[in-house]
């Protein structure tokens, strides 16, 4: 089974059809239980339970790719519309099908190389598998635009953790793109799992950026410290000195991203940097770059820039509900290299999730599915 089908069965109505029958099962069942022993009442009960498991198992599968649905209604709107559209006009897979599929793809934003490497492979398995209907190849699009991300590594999504000592998460990116609201969302979340976190208002540099960082903080009510017009290492020193004193779990830190000047952002970094090695064992645990996903190509270069000043460890990748180009993902990881750990699909605090491909390509694609 191609991978089309299987994100298919794992997200689609289908499973609803599914559950509708089990509920009708267990009502029938429970009907004719009403005649029998406590015995099989008994029986009855722990059947019921396994299959209550079962569905709840099902139910976390399909947790929140409501949220990637909505968020990616704008690219599903563009660049997928579009390639169903291009299934329907031809009948039969000519060079002109393959042109203006290519030119569906990068105007996607997936990148240029990527699209080139994904053409030839298509072409290849077109030739290969004697396929000549276009209705046949939207699976194999799918499928091979999944390839292209995993492209055979196991990619982490996880954020790392330090287990002897606060957590360090820095958080770097050009003005705009969404750092400070990124982290209000994380902190929501890690709070929601019970950590305890703080925010450390490290932008000293716009004004209102530390009083920004502040609201966040009372939002989703977790701690904080900032300095408006200090250094930004110093506060972040002063910022871990009291996070060990208060054992906080996880330290989240704002920066001010101004790649306009490279090397003073190089040396700041690396001064921050300096300073989290000097008070936890194994220094930062993540330096997560920022990326506004409607700055298109933009951003990719944005993040090659960023990736010659620093270590990068993942990126977050916001705005993807405003924008319809949503290959952009494909995108990063062809030409950055670094995985996508979360996305942003909205201003609110829920509006952020853990990267997953597969609910990722659910949201693309549920339309031609
Ligand atoms: N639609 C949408 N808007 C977002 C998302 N993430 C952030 N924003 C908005 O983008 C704008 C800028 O966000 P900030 O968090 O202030 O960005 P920043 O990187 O901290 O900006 P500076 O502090 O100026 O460098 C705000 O209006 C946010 O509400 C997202 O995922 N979707
Ligand atoms: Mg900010």
Redesign the pocket.
Known sequence: MGLFQKIKNMFSSSDKKEENNEVEVVQKEQEEIGNETEVSKKETLKIENKRKEKKEKKEKKKDNVEIYEKGLTKSRQGFVSRLANLTNKYHSITEEYFEELEEILIMADIGVNTVMDFMDRLRERVKAEHITDPSMLKEIIVDELFIIYVNDEVLSNRIHYNENGPTIILFI?V????????IGKIAYQLKKEGKKILLVGA?TF?AG?VD?LKEWSEKVEVGFFGKEKSDPASVVYDGIMQAKEDNYDVVLV?T??RLQNKVNLMKELEKINKVIDSLVDGGASETLL?MDATTGQNGISQAKAFQEITNITGIVL?????TAKGGIVLAIKESVGIPVKYI????AKE?LQVFDIEKYIYGLFKDMM
């Open positions: 990116g003005n705009g793109v969404g750092k400070t609201t990124t932008d716009r950026a920004q704002d001010a991203g920022v916001t705005k993807l509900d405003g942003g699909l909205g201003e509006d």
